[in-house]
């Protein structure tokens, strides 16, 4: 590969930019905006005071100022006028413009403050870049084309871009990763540690993986890393049965990885924490304490200082969960936390986020039936939830998404509504709750997918984002890397602060008038001349102004086309929703009239219980009589035998007496 050592000496970009500011002035104190008015034609301090604007907050995107403020006004122009100039080549034309008004300034700045003079995020991710041949590179700018993508130089610090450099900021690109890289798979688990991305895991076509794989992200190479696994140790309570898994956390802890839970063939009752050394090269099962939460996957697990929250998931039964367990990991003890508030619905496949080590943030998931786009807040000191309005353009309902923090930027990536994959990549204000859109990808690519993984490292000094894997229909193990700008946290600021600085009012030494005709001549002109001798080519500004305008027209008319469709599907469900209706009110007159039926026939068979009551009454009476009837007779039968007993008795006495007597025995 060849490259070039670069041309000057001194300090790196972004570095080499703060230091000029601080030279000319810009670095917010009244008397350096002073100096730098009285240093530079206005013009110049107008250009000057945009390129700034532009390289620490990004495009313009405030209200135009009023006509009655021409100061303001021209500020505004000179800022709006460098459109969607990138934040590197801003502070280079800055520095190329300082270098021509004052060749001499750098050894003068060296000789006193060249820290940046302006605190926002880029400053901290920027360093110089370091390779192992010895050489160092420059910033390069990016052009696509239809055909290719070009390399174009800028500044005097002349590079040639390794193929694998990303350079391009809030746009995918997929560089090259030799080696062996893993089999298709998704809901697998990766992390981070010194530089290299370890994937382990998942699922591919219905079966589980156990397999361990490496990506070095300094060359991007895939290799794999031969395991072995301890039987028996003082940390395990049994010898070590490890099973493939998917749906599980992986975490990085020092110099070991923790994989935590997940779906497995033969689940267990309870959670195991799995345990990978990188020294030894050997997995084993960590013994906790306390009551562990019941086994499940699809949960989340967010490290928040030496403890590690598990909310939600779903079990071996395909239930779907909503509590909220801790594993504090310095002593390996399982808390079950009673909390207040509403949580939640039971979902898994969800993201979840910490914010100031104190903050629980829980993003969308899925249910056995939908997909949600909620966002819910829990406080880790007082346990409470509470669910907050979110701002700007909130996400579309997904689950199987995945995120990553960079500062109090909470980036999302991926999922989907079992229908279509999510192809923005959206981007949290946790300090804000506001959301705004990063890039989009188009087609049936892989990162719009379900069940990928995201994790966040670095790169020639700049934060980068990695994902890996996913389901869309097929399974992928593509890599897919972003480079953030960090400017979403930037806007959020200024929209609550003054758009331009008052201290840049020094300007005002100039007449107003002045300094419109001049801005309006000169600068558009200079900003082209140095647009082209940096870049070497022929765009102006103005070209990329009508192309702005032609793109932002084609996208109106596509919103246009998509709103038309939106109000005429919701014509179609007002109706749907009016026959809906219509059909109800029908049921449940329908329904009215059978309770209605219903409680007559009700009423008839509790009339004819009643009369069955009574019969049955009579029946009894009537039984009852027939047996007094029997006795009777039966008594009957018993006298009249008794009667005729006795008259034969009187009979058979009365002729021995008689007899005796000496009477004769009557005549027959």
Known sequence: MAHMVRASSGLAYPERFYAAASYVGLDGSQSSVKQLSSKFSNDTSLLLYALHQQATLGPCNIPKPSAWNPVEQSKWKSWQGLGTMLSIEAMRLFVKILEKEDPGWYPRASNSVLEPAVDVQINSTKAEPSFESGASFGETKTISTEDERLTVTQDKDVVLEDPNTVSVYNKWTAPRTPGQPPKARYEHGAAVIQDKMYVYGGNHNGRYLGDLHVLDLKNWTWSRVETKVVTESQETSSPAK???????????????????????????????????????????????????????????????????????????KKSLLNDLHILHLDTMTWDEMDVVGSPPTPRSDHAAAVHAERYLLIFGGGSHTTCFDDLHVLDLQTMEWSRHTQQGEAPTPRAGHAGVT?????????????????????????????WSVVTSVQGHVPLASEGLSL????????????????????????????????????????????AVPDSFSAVNNATTRDIESEIEVSQEGKVREIVMDNVNSRLKVEGKAERIITTLESEKEEVGASLNKEKIQTLQLKEELAEIDTRNTELYKELQSVRNQLAVEQSRCLNLEVEVAELRQKLQTMETLQKELELLQRQRAVASEQVAAMNAKRQSSGGVWGWLAGTPPPKT
Not at 305 to 316: E, M, P
Not at 415 to 431: E, I, R
Not at 465 to 477: E, K, L, R, S
């Open 406 to 434: 960079i500062g109090e930027n909470w980036y999302i990536v991926g999922g989907g509504d079992n229908k279509t994959g999510a192809s923005k990549t959206v981007v949290l204000n946790m300090s804000t709750l506001a």
């Open 242 to 316: 490890l099973t493939h898994c998917a749906g599980h956390s992986l975490i990085p802890w020092e110099s070991k990885l923790l994989s935590v839970g997940g779906h497995t063939k033969d689940p267990s009752e309870f959670m195991i924490v799995k345990e990978f050394d990188l020294l030894s090269c050997s997995w084993s099962i960590l013994k906790t304490h306390g009551k562990p939460p019941i086994s499940r996957g699809g949960q989340s697990a967010t490290l928040v200082g030496k403890s590690l929250v598990i909310f939600g998931g779903q079990d071996g």
């Open 455 to 498: 994790v966040v490292s670095s790169y020639n000094g700049e934060d980068i984002v990695v994902a890996f894997g996913g389901y869309n229909g097929h399974y992928n193990n593509k890599v897919n890397v972003l480079k953030p700008s960090h400017k979403s946290s930037l806007k959020s600021k200024i929209m609550g602060a003054s």
